[in-house]
């Protein structure tokens, strides 16, 4: 995994990869998998957040500045990307993963 406060931190392609086929599985610390579980769903299906969503959060040791935060950024990259899709750039952003993981396709 990474230690972002590290300025010289480097990703883990293993912990990449195994991500990448087990999904939140692969996450072992319950406050990053909660945080990342509801970042795909705002991501996957924003009218499926509920009260327990937020709840577990919550729960996790995020405020409602946390939420708030969390959710903005997500719908920011979800902007971001669909702003892309529309356009056709050339920026792909889950490449770039692939590519990290060494997942070439």
């Known amino acids: 995994w990474m230690d972002f406060d590290d300025p010289y931190a480097t990703y883990d392609p293993d912990y990449v990869e195994t991500f990448l086929e087990d999904g939140t599985d692969a996450v072992d610390d319950e406050r990053l998998r909660a945080i990342l579980e509801y970042a795909l769903l705002v991501n996957d299906d924003p009218s499926a957040v509920t009260d327990t969503k937020v709840q577990r ?40 993963w692939l590519d990290a993981a060494g997942l070439d396709e």
């Open 57 to 96: 959060l919550r729960d996790a040791g995020l405020g409602d500045r946390g939420i708030v935060q969390l959710t903005h950024l997500v719908s920011d990259f979800v902007s971001w990307n669909r702003t892309n899709d529309a356009l056709d750039t050339e920026y792909e952003y889950d490449r770039r």
